[in-house]
């Protein structure tokens, strides 16, 4: 091959990571982030659109993260009193504010809607069949992959569970969901091309393991010869 046939193919390839790295976005996303998000009002939230309310969920979410963890507060004790000081603020709000010609509060009428509920139930059903129906093909021993992922992932989230109480993981989930999309958004261009470098050594390291260690693993003949009676 002479030198301006490889700088030309050099450059035909360079070209063509460009262009891949330019389409590639993180998870796939073919929308912008918001409305990859769903848009709407959840969307404006963890975009911090509305900063007021994106601010009180994650000044709340400390608050209660504090009260538990670090003050040794405990749940029901914490759902009871913030039902007394409710409570007590509107009925003496509702009863006093004749005296200082004020209006009693209007109390909304909150009535969940049906379809609302059934999506919600619908949607936690699809969730917890594809559970079992990943539970039942990895238990099934069909798929050594498979399981060997489940195991894998279980022990690292047994890991960290470890390390952290449960609330505490939840407040730190809860915390990377109000600022990760924001700062996503922000530094869109170089996210995308570390987690394009990320997904070719990822690729790379999965070749190498499938090659020595996963196709050296033997097939289970008891498997099919239970199949079989």
Not at 140 to 164: E, H, P, T
Not at 200 to 207: G, I, P, T
């Amino acid at each position: 091959m002479s030198g301006a046939d490889f700088s030309e193919s050099s450059d035909e390839k360079d070209q063509f990571e460009d262009s891949h790295q330019e389409s590639f976005h993180l998870f796939g996303r073919q929308k912008p982030v918001h409305g990859a998000l769903g848009g709407g009002k959840p969307a404006d939230i963890l975009l911090w659109r509305n900063k007021q309310i994106s601010g009180a969920l994650l000044a709340g979410a400390t608050v209660i993260w504090l009260l538990f963890e670090r003050i040794g507060y405990h749940l029901i004790p914490f759902i009871c009193h913030s039902l007394i000081l409710s409570l007590t603020t509107l009925f003496m709000w509702s009863n006093l504010s004749s005296f200082f010609n004020k209006s009693p509060y209007n109390f909304p009428e909150i009535v969940l809607p049906e379809d609302l509920c059934m999506n919600v139930a619908l949607l936690l059903r699809d969730r917890f069949n594809k559970a079992f129906g990943v539970f039942r093909g990895v238990a099934s021993g069909k798929d050594v992959k498979k399981f060997l992922y489940a195991i894998l992932g279980l022990w690292i989230i047994s890991i960290v569970g470890s390390w952290f109480e449960f609330l505490t993981i939840l407040y730190i989930l809860f915390v990377m969901l109000l600022t990760m999309p924001l700062l996503y958004e922000k530094h869109e261009d170089q996210v995308d091309a570390y987690a394009l470098k990320a997904k070719a050594k990822l690729k790379r390291q999965y070749s190498t393991l499938d090659e020595k260690v996963i196709k050296k693993i033997p097939n289970i003949p008891f498997v099919s010869d239970n199949k079989q009676h």
